[in-house]
């Protein structure tokens, strides 16, 4: 007789503590449909930078050369230090060194 009173207290306390997360959604819910929530400054002040057209862009862009060669120049004064540039291939490297013997 113990075993069923234990079972039905509980399924009591089991059905009382998903009525309560069932009530704490259906308020959360209504909440948000009668008081949707304000807009932050961070939205309302948030301003997406223009598209630039640059001659780099697509698959088949154009790069200046002594664009590439000052780029270069700075990473090997500043950026050397630190990083590495292991993951590049030569064959990207070599056209760069072509150029800078001129």
Known sequence: MTSIFQ????????????FVLLLALV???TGLINEPPQETAEHALHKHPKELELASNGPLGKFELGQLQRGFKVYKEVCAA??????VAFRNLKTWAIATRR
Not at 7 to 18: D, E, N, W, Y
């Open 7 to 18: 079972r039905s207290i509980k399924f009591l306390i089991g059905a009382g503590f998903v």
């Open 27 to 29: 308020g959360s819910i």
């Open 82 to 87: 630190c990083h590495s540039l292991n993951l």
